[in-house]
């Protein structure tokens, strides 16, 4: 079972793509013609070399050009085994093509440089040539961005941008002359395009989408994502610039305002089991949608409740079975005389107060978006570390899980028995859990909610599957992330919420929309 879950980290981690063709439409739009992969078990015995690779990414994003009632510049994307979306751009005069990733967990645009001669990654990508452009610009500055565990550094160009049928000129951008990450290597895509703010924004240059604004190449200051999850579909999905796609959605979208730009973050409330609370965000969390993330993230003491719920194999806590053997009764015990939860820990020694907030560990896994991965990082690496913190961490989980027990009345005898069953259900330090595919149709719904109203998702929606007949393997489309206040609780939505729920990035009045997508 561990080497097979090694195949599927590796699998996760390896994308591929098959190059878009461009095509012109009648309608006046642009359509980009995607291709797909289907993979199966040897592929993914293939990948097995990835392994080692801890860079989380998941970023491929889909995007699809309709014929029909589209307000806006559609761009296509192609869908990778349901995880991985990405559509093709230009750069220069004449055109260079790259396959990037649209990611609105970032701002940055860049593509690897015919300068990048040590790094391997740049040897099985396209690489823009700035001596074979016209309107290349040379900014002479230098900048670096970090993904987890790699990074990517170069200089700053400018030139001119073509997305779909948008032009947009004097684009700064980062020519990568090295690419340091095993997933940079193996990835078929060429580079990212960041549709985040500009306050994330890596050396001050303008992001491509706030060009597109101020050049009104677009009339209307939003963009929306259609994510197509059957993977057999000949279409990956669609991304406008402009507008939304009428076809690809029933109803109204619901709103939620930005609470924090940078990435685009809102507030989220309480999120349900089986149509059953589970105590956390009660009091509102804070949310990202992220079409550079592929799975959902989410805090530890929540995905373990998932993972008991639905039989996903995880790795026994001996830290977790020790604070409630050692430290239940008096847990229990500070509970029971109202000592407010967050304080528990901190009273009997497993945890300190740095400030006003909870010192605890942050951790990321494979297709969290490694932008945010490095700003939990950041806050984590500047507050003072104090205490253990996997046994802290292993306590504030022990306290919400009792917690939400004692809210549903039931003895000490079963709410300690089921603390112990959900720490044999942590996730394991990479991330994966595999299911019983079998168990699919009896697995429960879980809930979101978002501006007062419900976003549910099944089983078969949030379950991925892999292979054919006895190779089939499926996986839980949850993941680990734990962020410390102020930042946190935080849940990151990626490409497994987003394809099942059509989204609207509107700029103008700083708010994010989902609708039932079709």
């Known amino acids: 079972m561990k080497m097979r879950q090694g195949y599927l980290w590796a699998a996760f981690c ?8 461009l095509e012109a439409s009648s309608d006046g739009l642009v359509r980009i013609g995607l291709k797909k992969w289907r993979i199966d078990y040897k592929r993914i015995r293939a990948a097995k070399m990835a392994r080692s690779a801890k860079y989380v990414g998941g970023r491929l994003k889909s995007m699809y ?29 004449p055109s260079q093509n790259f396959t990037v990733v649209f990611d609105t967990g970032s701002s940055n645009l860049w593509v690897p440089s015919t300068k990048c001669h040590f790094s391997i990654a740049c040897l099985f990508h396209s690489k823009y040539n700035s001596r074979l452009s016209a309107t290349y610009v040379d900014l002479g500055k ?4 970090h993904y987890g565990s790699g990074s990517i550094s170069g200089v700053f160009s400018q030139d001119n941008v073509q997305v779909g049928s948008l032009s947009i000129k004097d684009q700064v951008f980062i020519e990568a002359t090295r690419e340091a990450s095993l997933v940079f290597v193996l990835g078929k895509f060429d580079g990212i395009l960041g549709l985040g703010f500009d306050e994330i924004v890596v050396g001050n240059a303008t992001p491509v989408w706030y060009n597109m604004l101020h050049q009104s190449v677009i009339h209307e200051d939003i963009f929306s994502f259609w994510l197509n999850r059957d993977p057999l579909a000949t279409e990956g999905g669609e991304i406008v610039f402009g507008g939304v796609d009428r076809r690809h959605f029933k109803g109204q979208h619901t709103y939620a305002p930005i609470t924090q730009k940078g990435y685009w973050q809102f507030d989220m409330g309480e999120f349900l089991i089986g149509y059953k609370s589970t105590g956390f965000c009660e009091a ?14 989410g805090p530890t003491a929540v995905v373990t409740e998932i993972n008991h719920a639905i039989g996903a194999e995880g790795i026994v806590s001996q830290e977790c079975k020790e604070v409630v053997s050692q430290y239940g009764n008096m847990i229990w015990d500070l509970l029971i005389s109202r000592v407010q939860p967050e304080k528990v820990c901190t009273q009997i020694g497993l945890c300190n107060y740095n400030g006003s907030l909870v010192v605890r ?8 978006n490694p932008r945010i991965k490095t700003v939990v990082e950041e806050e984590n690496g500047n507050g003072t570390r104090v205490g253990n913190e996997v046994w802290c961490t292993a306590c504030e989980m022990t306290v919400i899980w009792i917690q939400n027990q004692l809210k549903q009345r039931r003895t000490k005898e079963i709410i300690f028995s089921y603390v112990t069953e959900l720490c044999q259900s942590l996730p394991s330090p990479m991330g994966e859990s595999v299911v019983d595919c079998g168990r699919v149709p009896f697995m429960p719904d879980v809930t979101f909610t978002i501006a007062d ?20 393997v499926c996986l839980s489309g ?7 206040p102020p930042r946190g609780p935080l849940w990151i939505l990626g490409d497994i919420f987003m394809g099942v729920y059509h989204t609207v990035f509107d700029y103008g009045n700083l708010q994010v929309g989902f609708a039932e997508a079709m």
């Not at 390896?14 to 063709?21: E, V």
């Not at 109203?453 to 190779?471: A, C, M, R, S, V």
Request: with cysteine; hydrophobic share 40%; proline share 3%.
């Open 284 to 297: 509102g969390c804070a949310a990202i949608v992220d079409s550079g993330t592929s799975l959902i993230a």
């Open 142 to 145: 230098e900048g670096e961005i």
């Open 14 to 21: 390896l994308w591929a793509l098959t190059f878009p063709l």
């Open 65 to 93: 050009q309709g014929a029909g009632d589209s307000d806006g510049e559609s761009v296509l994307l192609r869908n990778y085994m349901d995880a991985q979306y990405y559509g093709e751009i230009g750069i220069g005069t």
């Open 478 to 484: 949850f993941i680990a992330l734990d962020v410390p």
């Open 453 to 472: 109203k419900h976003f549910t998702l099944t089983p078969k929606e949030y379950i991925l599957k892999t292979g054919e007949g006895i190779t089939t």
């Open 361 to 368: 560990s942050g951790s990321s896994y494979c297709f969290m």
